[in-house]
């Protein structure tokens, strides 16, 4: 998951580059140039956002199979999840007075 997110922040930060290379080029290009320049962008782009939502998708799996293995858990074993919900917030309450 974490692998995940650190390569849809690498992709928008090409974006943002890319999007301040084209900025940068326009001032000194042609019509057709800037027209070529932004299709391509525009093609980056979409390719960038089907990456970001397969991305997406892939997290969103991931967390549905990991709450299904917690789910398991916690059917098996009740009373030692109950044990530990119960520890954890009192660690929770020690650690953050009110």
Do not use: Y
């Amino acid at each position: 998951m974490k692998d995940s997110r650190d390569q849809l922040i690498e992709d928008l930060k090409r974006v943002i580059d890319d999007a301040q290379n084209l900025a940068e080029e326009a001032k000194n290009a042609s019509g057709a140039a800037i027209h070529d320049k932004m299709n391509a962008v525009q093609k980056d782009l979409g390719e960038r956002m089907r990456a970001v939502r397969e991305a997406s998708c892939n997290v969103a799996a991931e967390a549905h199979h990991q709450a299904d293995v917690l789910e398991k858990l916690i059917r098996r074993n009740p009373w030692r999840s109950i044990t530990v919900a119960a520890l954890a917030g009192v660690v929770i309450d020690r650690l953050f007075p009110r």
